[in-house]
């Protein structure tokens, strides 16, 4: 039975040159898991509010949108409220009340539940998402991570049949991520609940889709199984596809030789334990020289020696950094309350000129806090931070939203500029520059809370660049960024980073920090416990390590992106 047909759905914002979503068609099934792919800004996050009646946005749509046979817009709205769910991108956007006990009881409230019947769906929501300990916690003292976890179990409190989900791992690590993306499969198959979710971190969600909604500028490119998608990676839409593909299913189709004989028809993997199999079975057919593995002579992996050989010092050379000091914590500690926990204890942490520090850790591990105080937007109890002479530092928020007062987003720029005392030439160039790095041009007189969760995040970031600071401290700043565009912005950091520029980023995207970070350091129980080289940091982790890692370990230690693996390959072919 179909939950959701959309027919001819077309949709404008207000003063916008074209539509955000143009003529879409396409039908959910009863207990479908969806997965909605695209670019930032392709109208995923205006797809979902489409089909939540009470967030629709303003502007003009055309089409029609139906909920089990119904006219979504005719629904009763206590039926429209409780049947179909939806948890934001943002967490703090959604949370209304003071307390988790009240948040989590407020939808029911309002729909007029009996207190027995509040008290015992609470009591088994909280125990299922181990929100026990945080029930009398006020809301501001809990991390993003805990705070999305919240927001779920606050829509699922209502038992919806539909579930709308708008990249909601964006802000949990990956222990958590993968604990929060279980729950939506559990829900799925124990429930037959239907679920659409927007994503961009793949890796763990495209393996459990029925089926893949692909969007690009407002239409709708493909809708079919994942490994049909991945099919067309070879067809004309080859770039774009791959890039939105789980780690195994581009390694597979990186190397030589895909179908051979180790290979089902039309079998490509998707998940590392699948990926691990195959690229197993691929090494040793290779280290043979089998016939159809596409490698004749030297094995693709003699293990003992690219373990210690020269591919792998290839891979991530050391080098030793003896920069410039620009910015020091030093014994830090730091606690909210007088009588309440450390939050930081004794750190230390040392960013150097020109360097990219990644800082990874757990929800909740204090990695804002120490950015809060790095930026000196809050002062430690004890210890202190120690800043090189004449230097400045830009800071960004988890969420952008912070940063706009104004109603367009070229506003926002140009106030911005101005409070960097740009002149007018070179602000109207440096905003032109942003614009086309971060991909702005289309949106700049649209208002910003009308942009994607990604746009948002990007015009944050091209406001904060605009100071021009020597030190940039940058929370989740990959959050709601598509692959190309996470590739423009690694190259615009690195472009800082050849001026001089120190980078601090506090992040839960291990696949941006194995690529693109110079060093990295994890933050547990209020200190570092423990940093260096990607190479060295996260080749050593079990959890905190990358798709590829996870594959290759065994092969490739040192081998943390399809990059390093293709490195070996091309090393190893070509004897």
Request: glycine share 8%; proline share 6%.
């Amino acid at each position: 039975m179909e939950i959701i047909a959309a027919e001819g759905l077309s949709f404008r914002y207000p003063g916008a040159e074209r539509d955000t979503l143009h003529e879409l068609t396409f039908t959910v099934e009863e207990g479908e898991f969806i997965v909605l792919m695209g670019p930032s800004g392709g109208g995923k996050t205006t797809l979902l509010r489409q089909l939540k009646r009470e967030l629709t946005p303003v502007g003009t749509g055309s089409g029609i949108v139906r909920y089990a046979g119904l006219p979504l817009a005719g629904l009763p709205a206590e039926r429209a409220a409780a049947e179909i769910g939806m948890v934001f991108q943002n967490p703090d956007a959604q949370i209304v009340m003071d307390t988790v006990w009240h948040e989590l009881a407020f939808g029911m409230e309002n729909l007029g539940y009996p207190p027995q019947v509040m008290r015992s769906r609470l009591a088994e929501m909280a125990g299922l998402f181990g929100l026990e300990p945080l029930l009398y916690k006020p809301v501001h003292e809990l991390s993003g991570g805990q705070k999305q976890l919240l927001n779920l179990a606050s829509v699922l409190l209502l038992q919806p049949k539909l579930l709308l989900l708008d990249e909601p791992t964006s802000q949990l690590d990956p222990v958590a991520a993968r604990e929060f993306i279980q729950t939506l499969h559990r829900l799925n198959e124990e429930m037959s609940m239907t679920i659409i979710i927007s994503e961009h971190r793949l890796e763990e969600v495209l393996p459990l889709a029925d089926r893949v909604l692909l969007i690009e500028n407002g239409v709708l490119k493909a809708a079919c199984p994942p490994r049909e998608l991945i099919s067309r990676a070879g067809e004309e839409q080859a770039l774009a596809v791959q890039a939105y593909l789980p780690t195994a299913a581009r390694l597979f189709l990186e190397l030589p030789a895909q179908e051979n004989s180790l290979s089902r028809p039309g079998f490509i993997p998707l998940t590392v334990r699948e990926g691990r199999r195959w690229l197993h079975d691929y090494a040793a057919a290779a280290s043979l020289g089998l016939p159809g593995s596409g490698i004749a002579g030297p094995a693709f992996i003699p293990a003992a020696a690219l373990v210690s050989g020269d591919a792998s010092e290839m891979m991530h050379p050391h080098k030793p950094d003896k920069k410039l000091p620009l910015l020091s914590a030093k014994e830090v500690t730091f606690r909210y309350e007088k009588e309440g926990r450390e939050v930081l204890r004794k750190l230390n942490l040392t960013l150097y000129q020109g360097e990219l520090l990644a800082v990874l850790g757990g929800n909740g591990a204090g990695k804002s806090t120490l950015l809060h105080v790095l930026s000196r937007m809050v002062k430690p109890q004890r210890g202190k931070v120690v800043t090189a002479a004449g230097i400045t530092a830009g800071f960004l928020a988890q969420n952008p939203l912070l940063y706009f007062s104004y109603d367009t987003a070229m506003e926002e720029l140009q106030h911005m500029a101005a409070a960097a005392r740009l002149a007018p030439d070179e602000a109207g160039r440096e905003i032109s520059r942003l614009a086309e790095v971060f991909e702005l041009g289309q949106v700049l007189e649209n208002h910003p809370h009308d942009l994607s969760g990604g746009q948002q995040q990007k015009l944050a970031l091209a406001m904060v660049m605009l100071l021009k600071p020597a030190v940039l401290l940058l929370d989740e700043p990959t959050k709601g960024l598509d692959p190309a565009a996470k590739a423009r912005f690694a190259g615009l950091l690195a472009l800082l980073r050849s001026q001089g520029i120190s980078i601090a980023v506090v992040t839960h995207d291990v696949e941006f920090a194995a690529r693109y970070a110079s060093r990295c350091a994890l933050l547990f129980d209020g200190s570092i416990t423990a940093e260096g080289s990607p190479a060295a940091f996260f080749s050593s982790n079990y959890f905190y390590t990358t798709a590829v890692n996870r594959m290759v370990r065994d092969l490739l230690p040192r081998a943390l992106t399809i990059e390093d693996v293709m490195t070996a390959w091309h090393v190893y072919a070509s004897r």
